[in-house]
């Protein structure tokens, strides 16, 4: 099915979203016919630039890690922002988050009236067009039901959870906070890690059963609070707060990691089991930068700041064939560059227009030579901004200015700004630029204050 530029513009300029001119993805058609790929696109929630194995953490991951191992692994990717609700929302755009209401919530937590609007494109919305089987399983975060939900934005089966954070055990009052098949709240739950790991696997054999190509997005919760392993029923029942200020451990970060690469695991084993291990394109990611108990050396700072430690994570991607095994990358990336890369792997007819303002990655991925990029960043919360280009940072945090040069100091220690101070004009003037292409900040808007509080359903 073609998409016209005009019907994709509408629909985005309707939604209130198109705010300046975007780059827009144009895909020759495939050279010969060939089967779609599919498409398993794994995101954790809060994990640290350094919290696997291959990325230099103690911590034992073989399974998350063997998707590097046999594919590529990515050294300057980074999340839409420091927090999952604006991730969440480059992510399924493919455009700055900033154009969109929602994405001015950083993150969606007090204003349930606020959410994605249907009418916005999607990357699933396109891949569904595209003839892809849409799933998401896990976390959405980018509004409740029924006004607003996955199922309302391109995707044609859900089970997970509309809001951001969940206890992994215990079914709350709040449906939006519950787990859910659809639009079908569950009584009760295994641990959450283990039921989107087994829903997962579900969903693959079923696609391989009835022979369509499968986009699916596995959004899993861990390791985000509240720090419950396995076997920590105990400490759920006994929870006063889902924030869990007053609980965890490395030792139990560590479990809840374990959880996690096994649930990866069984995954892996299921696009095998299925056949499909040559003809699936596996990514695994995070939302943001880790929180807590987390790693994030080299870099330094966390979620809920534009340093790198709040904004780069790491990034893996297996797909036999097409993918040099044990490969390594330092193309910079970024959530929203996932949109054109899967339509691209899609084989978009001629005349297909997906606007976005992220880039296809898919060279890159196969082989080839990594190319310069300009990104941007701003964050509510203690004023913060930030721009990259090439191997150069602007970054504002409150009223301290800063530039730095990542390629010799990807701990942000060393401020050229006096030393380079027409390029740090330069960067700060291109940020300021940008940022008047975007949505103003609305009074009412929630950002999190890493040094204050943040809202019940976080």
């Given at each position: 099915?073609?998409?016209?530029?005009?019907?994709?513009?509408?629909?985005?300029?309707?939604?209130?979203?198109?705010?300046?001119?975007?780059?827009?993805?144009?895909?020759?058609?495939?050279?010969?016919?060939?089967?779609?790929?599919?498409?398993?696109?794994?995101?954790?929630?809060?994990?640290?630039?350094?919290?696997?194995?291959?990325?230099?953490?103690?911590?034992?991951?073989?399974?998350?890690?063997?998707?590097?191992?046999?594919?590529?692994?990515?050294?300057?990717?980074?999340?839409?922002?420091?927090?999952?609700?604006?991730?969440?929302?480059?992510?399924?755009?493919?455009?700055?988050?900033n154009r969109f209401r929602v994405g001015q919530e950083e993150p969606l937590g007090f204003n349930s009236n606020v959410g994605l609007d249907p009418a916005v494109p999607t990357m699933p919305a396109y891949l569904r067009r595209l003839g892809y089987r849409t799933v998401l399983v896990g976390k959405?975060?980018?509004?409740?039901?029924?006004?607003?939900?996955?199922?309302?934005?391109?995707?044609?089966?859900?089970?997970?959870?509309?809001?951001?954070?969940?206890?992994?055990?215990?079914?709350?009052?709040?449906?939006?906070?519950?787990?859910?098949?659809?639009?079908?709240?569950?009584?009760?739950?295994?641990?959450?890690?283990?039921?989107?790991?087994?829903?997962?696997?579900?969903?693959?054999?079923?696609?391989?059963?009835?022979?369509?190509?499968?986009?699916?997005?596995?959004?899993?919760?861990?390791?985000?609070?509240?720090?419950?392993?396995?076997?920590?029923?105990?400490?759920?029942?006994?929870?006063?707060?889902?924030?869990?200020?007053?609980?965890?451990?490395?030792?139990?970060?560590?479990?809840?990691?374990?959880?996690?690469?096994?649930?990866?695991?069984?995954?892996?084993?299921?696009?095998?089991?299925?056949?499909?291990?040559?003809?699936?394109?596996?990514?695994?990611?995070?939302?943001?930068?880790?929180?807590?108990?987390?790693?994030?050396?080299?870099?330094?700072?966390?979620?809920?700041?534009?340093?790198?430690?709040?904004?780069?994570?790491?990034?893996?991607?297996?797909?036999?064939?097409?993918?040099?095994?044990?490969?390594?990358?330092?193309?910079?990336?970024?959530s929203m560059d996932w949109m054109p890369t899967f339509i691209e792997m899609a084989g978009a007819p001629a005349g297909f227009d997906a606007p976005t303002d992220g880039r296809s990655i898919l060279p890159q991925l196969t082989g080839g030579a990594s190319v310069p990029r300009k990104l941007f960043?701003?964050?509510?919360?203690?004023?913060?901004?930030?721009?990259?280009?090439?191997?150069?940072?602007?970054?504002?945090?409150?009223?301290?200015?800063?530039?730095?040069?990542?390629?010799?100091?990807?701990?942000?220690?060393?401020?050229?700004?006096?030393?380079?101070?027409?390029?740090?004009?330069?960067?700060?003037?291109?940020?300021?630029?940008?940022?008047?292409?975007?949505?103003?900040?609305?009074?009412?808007?929630?950002?999190?204050?890493?040094?204050?509080?943040?809202?019940?359903?976080?």
């Amino acid at each position: 099915m073609t998409i016209s530029r005009r019907t994709v513009l509408g629909g985005a300029l309707g939604a209130g979203a198109m705010l300046a001119a975007p780059n827009a993805l144009r895909a020759a058609p495939p050279a010969a016919p060939a089967a779609k790929p599919n498409i398993v696109y794994i995101m954790a929630d809060d994990m640290g630039y350094g919290d696997l194995g291959s990325y230099g953490r103690v911590y034992d991951t073989p399974n998350i890690d063997r998707i590097g191992q046999e594919g590529v692994l990515l050294t300057q990717a980074y999340a839409n922002s420091c927090v999952c609700t604006a991730t969440r929302v480059g992510l399924v755009t493919g455009r700055y988050q900033n154009r969109f209401r929602v994405g001015q919530e950083e993150p969606l937590g007090f204003n349930s009236n606020v959410g994605l609007d249907p009418a916005v494109p999607t990357m699933p919305a396109y891949l569904r067009r595209l003839g892809y089987r849409t799933v998401l399983v896990g976390k959405w975060h980018v509004g409740d039901g029924p006004r607003y939900g996955p199922l309302k934005s391109g995707y044609e089966r859900f089970f997970g959870l509309y809001s951001g954070g969940k206890d992994y055990f215990v079914q709350p009052d709040n449906p939006a906070m519950a787990l859910r098949d659809g639009d079908k709240v569950l009584d009760t739950h295994r641990y959450l890690t283990d039921e989107l790991g087994d829903r997962a696997v579900r969903e693959i054999r079923e696609a391989a059963a009835d022979g369509a190509p499968l986009f699916m997005s596995l959004h899993f919760t861990a390791p985000h609070w509240p720090w419950e392993g396995p076997e920590d029923r105990a400490v759920a029942e006994s929870l006063t707060s889902i924030l869990h200020e007053d609980g965890g451990s490395i030792a139990t970060f560590q479990k809840m990691l374990t959880s996690l690469d096994g649930n990866v695991g069984k995954v892996l084993q299921a696009i095998a089991d299925a056949g499909q291990i040559e003809n699936t394109l596996v990514v695994f990611t995070s939302d943001n930068g880790g929180e807590r108990f987390s790693n994030v050396w080299p870099l330094t700072g966390m979620k809920g700041e534009l340093l790198e430690g709040g904004i780069r994570v790491p990034l893996l991607a297996r797909w036999p064939g097409r993918i040099t095994p044990g490969s390594r990358s330092d193309q910079v990336a970024i959530s929203m560059d996932w949109m054109p890369t899967f339509i691209e792997m899609a084989g978009a007819p001629a005349g297909f227009d997906a606007p976005t303002d992220g880039r296809s990655i898919l060279p890159q991925l196969t082989g080839g030579a990594s190319v310069p990029r300009k990104l941007f960043w701003m964050y509510k919360a203690n004023n913060q901004a930030a721009h990259r280009d090439g191997d150069w940072k602007y970054l504002r945090l409150g009223d301290h200015e800063h530039l730095f040069n990542l390629a010799q100091d990807e701990h942000e220690r060393a401020n050229l700004a006096r030393r380079e101070k027409d390029r740090f004009e330069a960067m700060k003037a291109a940020h300021a630029q940008w940022a008047s292409t975007m949505l103003p900040y609305p009074e009412d808007s929630y950002s999190w204050d890493i040094h204050g509080q943040v809202p019940d359903r976080y």
